[in-house]
């Protein structure tokens, strides 16, 4: 199990991350809201702006304060250590 770091020391497991998308469009602050409303919704931000939300296939909504790129980049993408670079 690889586990990726959201900030502030919080860690998710890569495989079950669905979708790490910006909060800025409106449908992802709908879902934010609805999933906050669930008590789905995990706040991993320590008090500052969402910056990246984490959808997770068990339902649950993580906001996190790094940028949804450096999250991204955060992510091992399987197979790439395997390649021979030589």
Do not use: C, W
């Amino acid at each position: 199990m690889q586990l990726i770091n959201i900030g502030f020391g919080n860690m998710v497991s890569a495989e079950r991350i669905i979708s790490i998308i910006s909060p800025d469009s409106a449908p992802i602050k709908r879902i934010v809201q609805e999933s906050k409303d669930s008590k789905m919704a995990i706040d991993a931000t320590y008090g500052r702006r969402t910056r990246a939300v984490i959808i997770m296939d068990s339902g649950h909504v993580i906001l996190s304060a790094v940028q949804p790129e450096t999250i991204a980049n955060r992510v091992d993408v399987p197979g790439d250590n395997d390649v021979d670079q030589n």
